[in-house]
Structures are given as C-alpha cells and as structure tokens.
C-alpha cells in the first residue's frame, strides 16, 4: 500500500483493535504503522465486517468478509498532489474527487467523470455528447499514445457503462461504482494531466533553453 503521509509504498503487518458488534455488524480499527524511518506514522481504518475471524495468538486477525472501510486517519487523500500545471477547473474537481474517495467512492467517481469529461471536451475538442462517446472520438483521432489509449478506454469497461449508461449520459451523477472504479478514473486523469500540460511545459522549459544556448554561440534558435 501507500502511505497516505509521506507517498513511499510499503508492506507493513495490520493490528486488529476489535470494537465490538451493533446493528450494523462488526466493527474493528486496522493499523498500520509507515516503516519509512523518516515518516514512521499510522495510518487507520474504521471497518464494518462480517465473520470474524478465528482469534489468533496475537487476538483479534479480522474479517472474512469487509462490508464498509474508511480510512480515518490521516483524514486526506493517497493520491499525489494535482500537477501546478494543471488548470483550476481541472484541478479542482480532481483534488474534490480525490479527498472523498475513502469516505465515498462513489462520489469520487462521479466527480472523477466530470472531469474527465470537461478534459477532453477542453484539450482533446471532442464533440459534445456522453463520456462513452467522447472517449471514443479522442480515441479514433489518434492523438493519444497507446499507452494513454489503453488506460482511458479501460474507464468504459471498468466503469460497466453498458449496465449504467447514466454513468456516459449524466456524468455527475452519484451512481453505484465497480471494484476499483474510483480509484482507476483518478489514475486516468493523472495520466491525461501529464500529457496535455506537464509534458508540454516541460518541452517547452527544454526548447528555450537550448535556443538560449543557440544563441549565445551565435547561432539561429530552432524553428
């Protein structure tokens, strides 16, 4: 996993504090602690399970069925932080979509959507219409390398736009999500945030310099 403080992956053993059971089920904390030496923080999940599992020698070992997980501390996203390149309009709903994701994966995806949607209709000038079309259409330009073909299209079919066609039609809409949806719709924007402005000013940075160089050897700048 991601340390959701200092950003390193890390294996780390879980501790299971047992809370006891209501009427919503049973209720437990799982803990981590970060073994980068220059974070060393935990990080906490409240989670709503079923079945416990048999006590071990350590105590309490979990669930054999998650129903709800939520991480509670740190209180913030895993993600990186957005690109400085990347615009406000863009940013926004990214960083918004980012920071409900634990609480709310469905949320986030509906937010993650719309921005997606407002990504290719700004840099990519597809045609107006649902997101399943418009992926379609940046998709046949050729514009995309394959490997960022390959990634968006996945948002179609992990998304299942054909059992939720409102997901393409409508979509900020909070609507149902698969198994990693959420979380593959902001790996997708992170991807298209490099591409169509970080990569670009990068080149640019680049380009001047050498026309720099150029010049002060007395010769004409790149065309």
């Known amino acids: 996993m991601r340390c959701p ?13 047992d809370l006891g059971e209501d009427k919503d089920g049973h209720w437990a904390i799982e803990k981590y602690e970060c073994p980068n030496p ?45 690109p400085t390149d990347v615009p406000p309009m863009f940013a926004n709903d990214y960083t918004e979509a980012c920071l409900t994701l634990s609480d709310s994966p469905t ?14 209709r700004e840099k ?3 045609k107006y219409g649902n997101l399943a079309d418009e992926i379609e259409e940046v998709i046949s330009s050729g514009t995309l390398p394959s490997y960022l073909v ?6 179609r079919n992990v998304g299942n ?26 790996s997708v924007l992170e991807a298209l945030f ?8 990068i080149v640019k940075e680049k380009r001047a310099a050498l026309d720099k160089k150029l010049k002060e050897a007395g010769k004409k700048p790149m065309k």
């Open 5 to 17: 403080h200092c950003l390193v992956e890390f294996v780390s053993e879980v501790r299971w504090i």
């Open 38 to 82: 220059k974070c060393g923080k935990y990080v906490i999940y409240l989670v709503n399970g079923e079945s416990p599992l048999p006590i071990g020698i350590w105590g309490f070992r979990g669930f054999d069925s998650v129903k709800k997980r939520i991480m509670v501390h740190p209180k913030g996203s895993s993600r990186p932080p957005v």
């Open 107 to 120: 949320a986030s995806a509906a937010l993650s959507r719309r921005c997606l949607q407002n990504l290719l």
């Open 124 to 126: 990519a000038n597809v």
């Open 150 to 155: 390959e990634i968006i299209d996945a948002v």
């Open 161 to 186: 736009f054909a059992a939720h066609p409102l997901k393409s039609q409508k979509t900020g809409e909070i609507l149902p999500v698969e198994p990693t949806e959420a979380e593959w719709n902001l």
């Open 194 to 201: 490099d591409f169509y402005f970080v990569l670009p000013e």
